[in-house]
């Protein structure tokens, strides 16, 4: 497997009233070719803002994005613009993202035109209707507008919009969890069958570790717009090493009725702000393991072995 | 019957779409097609409309008289059977000068408004989009229009330009873009916000692609509450206007008409009662049908 995508130190600061907001902080990782890494937090951690940033739809405030070894932001023009073609993304809300005047077939074919695919509209509609087809979607539903679709079809759209330029990265932002339950599955399916046909690479945003765990190879897991631990699937969720990985885990409601009664106490109190955040962990206001290091310094990003990374100084089980 | 003052109206709407309680709905021509079942005003506005339209395109041939034909045998006189609404002091029909002062009434009513929206249109998206200087530049010039008392303003322009009827369309003119550019400015603020306007900006579509085929489509239900309700307004800025008599003389509209006949209004009240009501009936119309059509787009009116 060869890496299709390297993040390296990205930051993004918005300058607000009052101070900054520190959407993301120093986060960097690596994508290979045709893995899912999962990318789990809670609201407002600074996931969305890392997928724009990726994709380079809003821009860095420092940090280098490398997609299939080029670095974007050494690239201008058209250059870039083909470059970034090969990177997609599915929106988190299948109303606001789809554009209420358009029809299916147009919002479908628009990314098409952009980019001159297609020797003539008519060649360009056929594609349309295939892609329609790949992603379950009646091709006869071709002229009619979004707000004919459930949620759970315009996510279909979506998806089929995003497959239109034959991406090799799609970055999926909540893809579902604007979805009822009973379809968040099929969705998830889908992605994941088209991901076989296509030997597509995802990177996988949600705040719902169930949703994260069914699709990932690899997860990561952040906070505050930092990350927190990184590690292979199944070895996070049956032994997380960061307490705040811990802290996710234990708020999910657990389906094992013998495990209910074991201690949850992890991280109380207030959530920290992005905002001017703590010095330090930017835990150690509430981690039950927190000491004057914690306090004063900073923990980075440190390999564990098997492909584990944590940004804690005193890890769980180690 | 309400008149509507631009500067407050497209103000408050400014306001709510940037506070983004009107959000693009896709139900708009769904709503507004069940407006005209429920509004029957709105109804009657359109069909009232519909017939003026009709009777000033075909106007030589629903009245036998020329307009400009004098009969000196028969001046001033009342309402008969030959001429339905009698004849002014030159001996003219004015049911004939109704019906083809009609033509320059709507004329006036169109071009301008037509003219502030696609002037108000353009100006409206560059300033939302392009944002800094442009946008300063843009809306403190609208705020100074709107700041200014229109029919002073346009009376100005009419002094100075010269009374005409091409300086009358663009005195209207540019006494109503403004309204418009608030407007369109406020909903391209709005929706280039939009999720879909970042999903086009994530497959590459370009800046005035997406100008054109995601923002102008989105505000183009509030154009057409613009447009229709700038109609009515301008035929009431012409008439008042040709009542204080700088309007072209020669553009024989329902105000004008108006203004000629009140020296007569005592002895041939006819002279002033046709074109007035004609004015009346016509901003009613347009009024009715404005209404209803914002009513209908506009969710926070919807009963
Ligand atoms: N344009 C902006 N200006 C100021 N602050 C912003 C902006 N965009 C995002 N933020 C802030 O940055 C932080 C991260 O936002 P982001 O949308 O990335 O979170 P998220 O993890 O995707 O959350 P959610 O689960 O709600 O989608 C939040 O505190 C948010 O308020
Ligand atoms: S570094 Fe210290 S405060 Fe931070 S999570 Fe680890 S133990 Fe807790
Ligand atoms: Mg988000």
């Given amino acids: 497997m060869s890496e299709l995508l390297r993040a390296e130190h990205l930051v993004k600061e918005f300058p607000v009233k009052g101070g900054v907001v520190h959407a993301v902080s120093d986060v960097s990782f690596a994508i290979q070719e045709g893995e899912t890494l999962g990318l789990v937090g809670e609201s407002g951690c600074g996931k969305s803002t890392l997928g724009k940033l990726v994709l380079d739809l809003i821009p860095l405030t420092s940090g280098k994005v490398f997609f299939d070894g080029r670095d974007l932001s050494a690239l201008r023009g058209e250059e870039l613009r083909a470059l970034r073609r090969g990177m997609q993304m599915i929106f988190q809300d299948p109303y606001a993202s789809l554009d209420p005047r358009m029809s299916v077939g147009r919002i479908i074919m628009e990314p098409l035109n952009a980019h001159h695919i297609g020797a003539s509209r008519a060649e360009r509609a056929d594609m349309v209707r295939v892609l329609m087809e790949q992603v379950g979607l009646r091709p006869e539903f071709y002229s009619r507008y979004p707000h004919q679709f459930s949620g759970g079809q315009r996510q279909r759209i979506g998806i089929a919009r995003a497959l239109a330029l034959n991406p090799r990265l799609i970055i999926c932002d909540e893809p579902v969890s604007a979805l009822d339950v009973s379809i968040q599955a099929q969705i998830l399916n889908l992605l994941s069958d088209l991901q076989r046909q296509r030997g597509l690479t995802y990177l996988f945003i949600s705040h719902d570790l169930n949703v994260v765990r069914y699709l990932s190879d690899r997860v990561m897991v952040m906070s505050l717009g930092q990350l927190c631990e990184t590690a292979p699937t199944e070895a996070l969720y049956a032994a997380p090493r960061h307490p705040y990985t811990r802290f996710l885990l234990d708020a999910v409601p657990q389906p094992d009725p013998s495990r209910r009664n074991e201690e949850r106490a992890l991280l109380t109190g207030e959530v920290s702000s992005p905002v001017n955040p703590p010095s330090g962990c930017r835990f150690h206001l509430r981690c039950p393991f927190a000491d004057e290091r914690c306090a004063a310094e900073k923990p980075e990003l440190k390999d564990l072995g098997d492909g584990r990374f944590c940004a804690c100084h005193h890890p769980l089980g180690v | ?303």
């Fill in chain 2, 1 to 303: 019957m309400k008149f509507l003052s631009k500067d407050k109206y497209t103000r408050t709407l400014s306001d709510q779409i940037i506070a983004a309680e009107i959000q693009p709905d896709e139900g708009v021509w769904m709503s507004i097609r069940h407006m005209f079942r429920v509004n029957r005003a709105a109804l009657l506005g359109l069909i009232l409309i519909a017939l003026i339209v009709l009777m000033a395109v075909f106007a030589p041939l629903i009245t036998r008289y020329d307009p400009n034909e004098m009969d000196l045998m028969s001046m001033n006189e009342p309402p008969s059977a030959e001429h339905w609404f009698g004849t002014d002091d030159l001996g003219q029909d004015v049911f004939t000068r109704v019906v083809f002062g009609g033509r320059i009434s709507l004329m006036i009513g169109f071009v301008p408004s037509l003219i502030s929206l696609v002037l108000g249109t353009a100006l409206g998206l560059m300033a939302g989009y392009m944002g800094r200087h442009v946008d300063n530049v843009i809306m403190r010039l609208a705020d100074v229009v709107l700041a200014f008392p229109s029919l002073l303003l346009a009376m100005v322009v009419m002094y100075t330009l010269g009374s005409n009827i091409l300086n009358m369309f663009i005195a209207l003119s540019i006494i109503n873009w403004a309204g418009t550019a608030r407007v369109v400015r406020a909903q391209t603020l709005s929706l280039k916000e939009k999720e879909f306007v970042e999903a086009a900006r994530s497959m590459g579509v370009s800046r005035w692609t997406i100008a054109f085929r995601h923002i102008l489509p989105n505000c183009l239900p509030n154009l057409i509450v613009l447009f229709t309700l700038d109609i009515p307004a301008a035929i009431m800025w012409e008439s008042s206007m040709s009542f204080l008599g700088v309007g072209d003389p020669n553009a024989a509209s329902w105000g004008l008409m108006v203004s000629q006949g009140k020296d007569y209004a005592y002895m041939c009240p006819w002279l002033i009662l046709a074109p007035g009501l004609a004015i009346l009936f016509t901003v009613m119309a347009f009024n009715f049908l404005g209404d209803g059509l914002r009513d209908a787009i506009d969710p926070y009116m919807k009963t």
